[in-house]
């Protein structure tokens, strides 16, 4: 069964930085997608960033330049490293597994993943 939990979240003031974890576990598959989503109260979840098994990534252009999502295929887990957090950053960050070859680009949304974390907090507060 495969099982997805973040880590990492926290409160932080503007322009310091975080980094999420997530634990993959359960599954073994010759290519897959993990994506980062993140949603502010009232919002839609929304992709920050993917990684594919085959390295690939694909960001937001809201968090271009600022967050870098990796891979330690050894730990079975993926993070992403969050730094110059801004106010539009806040919100319950998950991670999510799809069984596709390359990252869909954030345009997809929600719709190719189909496993996902229970997600975790991230405030951004002065």
């Known amino acids: 069964q495969v099982q997805l939990v973040e880590s990492g979240g926290d409160l932080v003031q503007p322009g310091e930085s975080l980094r999420l974890s997530c634990a993959a576990s359960?599954?073994?598959?010759?290519?897959?997608?993990i994506a980062w989503f993140r949603q502010a109260p009232g919002k839609a979840r929304e992709e920050v960033s993917c990684i594919s098994s085959i390295g690939e990534t694909n960001y937001v252009d809201s968090v271009k330049g600022r967050f870098t999502v990796s891979e330690d295929n050894a730990r079975n887990k993926v993070f992403l490293q969050m730094n110059n957090l801004k106010p539009a950053d806040p919100g319950v960050y998950y991670c999510?597994?799809?069984?596709?070859?390359?990252?869909?680009?954030?345009?997809?949304?929600?719709?190719?993943?189909?496993?996902w974390g229970q997600g975790n907090q991230v405030t951004v507060t002065s």
């Open positions: 359960g599954f073994t598959l010759d290519y897959y997608v």
């Open positions: 999510a597994l799809s069984r596709i070859e390359v990252c869909p680009g954030t345009g997809w949304g929600t719709a190719p993943y189909d496993q």
